[in-house]
């Protein structure tokens, strides 16, 4: 996740994500407002230059063939309120806790 250094407001979600790990599924987008995300790390302190990494080994990846959704999510069953955080990027949260990453990618042969 791209963070900004000197706010610490979350501007886009990026990086290799292989299809192949991928799980279809149903998906349908839910109601999201578009706001920003302030991001807080304990350890270390952001750094210019250098994205937020994100832990690959707790999270799932689903995807909706016919929406062409991507929904990136540690646990379906904590509930989550969504903020559009950038063209197509939404941010799912519960509370302050980062829930899930909701993508509508565009696909290039």
Do not use: C
Not at 16 to 44: F, H, M, N
Not at 78 to 83: D, Q, R, T
């Amino acid at each position: 996740m791209e963070v900004a250094v000197d706010s610490g407001r979350a501007l886009y979600v990026w990086g290799y994500l292989p299809k192949e790990s991928w799980q279809r599924a149903e998906l349908k987008l839910p109601i999201s407002a578009s706001g920003s995300v302030t991001v807080e790390l304990d350890d270390p302190p952001l750094e210019a230059g250098i994205s937020v990494a994100i832990a690959r080994s707790n999270w799932h990846v689903l995807f909706d063939e016919s929406s062409g959704l991507v929904r990136v999510v540690r646990d379906q069953r904590i509930p989550e309120k969504l903020v559009e955080i950038a063209d197509d990027v939404r941010l799912g949260l519960n509370g302050t806790e980062l829930i899930s990453f909701w993508l509508s990618p565009e696909f290039v042969e």
